[in-house]
């Protein structure tokens, strides 16, 4: 019986490495863009404005509540109850609704890129 999961194990590990490898091909003729534009605000409505604009308050509310964490490499980005600070200090709990997934993740790495860059310079004595 053990011969069977072996087998099986060992084709498990065949098909995740064919798929990474297949992966990889696929990826190496892939090219990242980022594309700059600008937004017409005369013709969004008043719901998309609105939402526009929390998406970038809730960018500002994110990154500061994971510089405001103990270990900002251990923050999991999936959480989206964050507690932020109203203009007269007072923590209130609030909820990520318009801020993805995906931006989220790109928020939590550059706060490490930026972490790990002050980090050298600091050594190199700057």
């Not at 909820?95 to 930026?114: K, P």
């Amino acid at each position: 019986m053990s011969v069977i999961f072996i087998l099986m194990d060992e084709k498990r590990k065949n098909q995740i490495r064919d798929g990474l490898q297949k992966t990889r091909e696929k990826r190496k003729y892939q090219v990242c863009k980022v594309f700059e534009l600008k937004i017409d605000k005369s013709r969004l409505n008043r719901e998309q404005r609105e939402s526009l604009k929390m998406l970038f308050v809730e960018a500002k509310w994110f990154y500061n509540f994971i510089l405001s964490q103990k270990d900002p490499f251990k923050y999991d980005y999936k959480k989206v109850d964050i507690v932020s600070l109203d203009k007269d200090w007072h923590k209130i709990k609030r909820e990520i609704t318009h801020l993805g997934s995906s931006l989220r993740v790109s928020l939590t790495q550059q706060i490490q890129d930026a972490i790990v860059a002050l980090n050298k310079s600091k050594k190199k004595g700057k």
